[in-house]
């Protein structure tokens, strides 16, 4: 079993920034990637950020450029810096961990940001 922490979450004003942290504990190997991906009241679920086991990235047009995620293998974290910020950005992110035939989710934690 899996279990992913998130933290780091808050309320901010437009432009300013956030980093959220999420730490995964339990029976860890293989991981294909990790990722955060967020969800808005109303609104599906969207993917974030990824990042491989090898550091490649990957991220969505709408937030490229403001957005960074990165990890410590060592302490099998995940970080994104979310620089920015914008009221279009508010919602639970949510952290992800897919290893091969398992796919795990943190619990989330709200990012709010007012105009």
């Known amino acids: 079993q899996v279990h992913l922490v998130e933290s780091g979450g808050g309320l901010v004003q437009a432009g300013g920034s956030l980093r959220l942290s999420c730490v995964a504990s339990g029976s860890i190997n293989n991981i294909i990637h990790m990722a955060w991906h967020r969800q808005a009241p109303g609104k599906q679920r969207e993917l974030v950020a990824t990042?491989?086991?090898?550091?490649?990235?990957n991220y969505p047009d709408s937030v490229k450029g403001r957005f960074t995620i990165s990890r410590n293998n060592a302490k099998n974290t995940v970080y994104l810096q979310m620089n920015s910020l914008k009221p279009e950005d508010t919602a639970v992110y949510y952290c992800?961990?897919?290893?091969?035939?398992?796919?795990?989710w943190g619990q989330g934690t709200q990012v709010t940001v007012s105009s």
């Open positions: 990042i491989t086991s090898d550091g490649i990235t």
């Open positions: 992800n961990l897919m290893m091969p035939f398992n796919n795990y």
